[in-house]
């Protein structure tokens, strides 16, 4: 069934965040580079400064060189003109060249900055975050913002200083023309501002809907959305849903793009018709005799070439105000708080010292939104070397306690520790080197088998591959491949089977050697001969480690140091295997 259809329209608060986003930060954005753009103004100058004399030059050849004949006066002119022109050409290309990069220079900040950001974001903001809208920001909206961030601070140097050498020149040649030709000012400014707040408003819809169609693909295309689709039979709709969004994005598109358009036409319009007003007036009688023909010519021409770069200004006003919608989306991932970050004075540890005592202390966390904690209370304590495993139905808790070890969640109350450490006073970097996860869902990056093993450790040989690939029973399958470990996994592992890309994850973790392991339920996609070889290799390794296993096959569980019963976030009972059957509690009904 297709999914109802999504509204392009911002939110109240995007609306809000667009409002505040202040031009001194953007312009901070170009600190960095003050002495580029320092030098791309003073050539910029430079350029209109040099490029005025043309008028002046032109002058000269109808009022003089030509009505006296004057072939070497005339061949100095031609050839001051041939300078100018190419003099500006040639800072032109500097200035580009300087502009050009100082703006990719910008561009690579923001998306590193923006990418950093949210790669420090917790896995809560992911939950609740589609992946397409998050991909979207640092594709379309950073993209969409490279024009302006290119080329706004050059563009508003080079136009400005233009528009008033050419005045200056204007009114040196006839102030009285001058002022004529200012007519046109009020009327544009106006209607500028008018055209701005209109792009604005649709840049906003248009990126929203990007956005939106991003987030499509991202579900559509997938191997995992591309298996659902089919076996659903959604296919059809799942098209129809693309083909709206597309259409949605056509018309906003057409709309940024003709917004205002008739309005700047009308000054087109009024800027065609100023040379005549211009003529017109070099015929009045209050003009009559004081305007030669050199003069008047010079004039129109820079009349003329005045329409451009005022046009060019008042456009990078349009287009910047409407980028302020772009600014905002992207400010405000910048803005995103950081819930799990490295604390402000870290406790120094040796990964490779850690014993791994384990202990969780009154632990208590609510997800946001939710009105019941995922765990309420929990302590437990895990010396070091020694097996915890964690029991219980679907949704009891399990998971959210391996994930308070690794410290993807903070707790709302309480502490987990390792050696007595709190672990929020570590590095993330160190508690990652501590503890290793293998987790029920498998991710494997599109790439070849041994780089999805080097990405737990990057400075590993290719003999401790193999040794970790082996310890997870997965080295004969992977040697039989025809590329060996060097065959291409495919898109998240498609590749393989479930319990394959469960092994291949197995072996990733146990690479890196963690002091504590957490298997959440990492052999559940195993059949019974391969978990059972899989386990003897956990056992194995599992001497002088700690380990947290979460599995719902109490067989995989029973030799475990300690067995914990989880129930609505909270420990039921905990022991051995042999006591808690003896209890004739919960695990003794579970067991049955």
Request: charged content about 20%; hydrophobic content about 45%; overall charge neutral.
């Amino acid at each position: 069934m297709a999914s109802p259809r999504r509204t392009a329209t911002p939110t109240a608060a995007e609306k809000a965040q667009a409002k505040t986003v202040s031009l001194r930060r953007i312009g901070r954005l170009f600190t960095a580079h003050r002495w580029q753009l320092a030098v791309v103004v003073a050539i910029i100058v430079a350029s209109s400064v040099i490029s005025m004399a043309s008028p002046f030059l032109l002058r000269e050849v109808i009022d003089v060189a030509l009505p006296h004949q004057n072939l070497p006066l005339l061949g100095w002119l031609v050839a001051g003109m041939v300078a100018v022109a190419a003099v500006t050409a040639a800072l032109g290309v500097v200035q580009t060249w300087i502009s050009t990069t100082v703006g990719q220079r910008v561009m690579h900040r923001l998306r590193v900055d923006v990418f950093t950001h949210l790669h420090r974001q917790s896995v809560a903001f992911f939950t609740r975050t589609r992946t397409g809208e998050v991909q979207s920001r640092i594709t379309n909206d950073i993209g969409g913002m490279q024009s302006v961030v290119t080329s706004t601070a050059t563009s508003i140097a080079s136009n400005l200083t233009t528009v008033v050498a050419t005045a200056v020149a204007m009114a040196a040649l006839s102030w009285q023309l001058s002022l004529v030709s200012l007519i046109v000012l009020p009327p544009a400014i106006h209607l500028t501002r008018r055209v701005a707040g209109m792009r604005r408003a649709i840049t906003a819809q248009r990126q929203h809907e990007l956005a939106d169609l991003n987030v499509t693909v991202e579900e559509g295309l997938s191997i995992s959305g591309v298996q659902l689709s089919k076996t659903m039979g959604t296919g059809p709709a799942l098209v129809r849903r693309f083909t709206e969004s597309s259409e949605r994005l056509i018309d906003l598109e057409l709309r940024s793009e003709l917004a205002g358009r008739w309005r700047m036409a009308s000054m087109t319009i009024l800027f065609a018709a100023i040379p005549a007003v211009i003529y017109l007036s070099a015929g009045l009688p209050f003009a009559a005799g004081t305007l030669s023909i050199g003069t008047l010519v010079a004039f129109t021409s820079l009349q003329a070439g005045l329409f451009r770069p005022l046009m060019g200004l008042l456009g990078v006003g349009v287009s910047l105000t409407s980028s302020l919608a772009l600014f905002a989306r992207i400010f405000e991932y910048l803005d995103l708080p950081v819930e799990v970050d490295d604390p402000a004075h870290p406790v120094t540890v040796d990964p490779a010292r850690v014993a791994g005592h384990l202990r969780l202390e009154d632990v208590t966390l609510t997800y946001p939104g939710s009105e019941t904690a995922a765990v309420a209370g929990v302590s437990l304590d895990v010396p070091a070397g020694t097996s915890l495993a964690l029991v219980g139905e679907t949704g009891s808790g399990k998971s959210t306690i391996a994930a308070l070890i690794a410290r993807l969640h903070d707790p709302d109350a309480g502490r987990v520790t390792i050696d007595g450490v709190d672990v929020r006073d570590l590095r993330l970097t160190d508690l990652a080197a501590i503890v290793g996860v293998v987790s029920q869902e498998t991710y494997l990056l599109h790439t070849t088998v041994r780089e999805n093993l080097r990405y737990a450790r990057p400075d590993a040989t290719d003999e401790q591959i193999e040794q970790a690939a082996r310890a997870a029973q997965i080295h004969e399958l992977i040697s039989a491949l025809p590329d060996g470990y060097d065959t291409v996994v495919g898109s998240r592992g498609h590749r393989f089977s479930g319990g394959e890309k469960q092994r291949l994850a197995i072996a990733r973790t146990l690479l890196r050697d963690p002091r504590i392991l957490v298997l959440d339920e990492a052999t559940s996609a195993l059949d019974t001969e391969t978990e059972r070889a899989v386990q003897r290799a956990f056992d194995e390794l599992a001497k002088g480690r700690t380990t947290v296993t979460i599995a719902h096959r109490l067989s995989t569980v029973r030799g475990a140091d300690q067995i914990a019963v989880v129930d609505h976030g909270r420990i039921l009972e905990a022991g051995t295997h042999d006591a808690l059957i003896g209890g004739g509690g919960r695990y003794a009904a579970l067991a049955a």
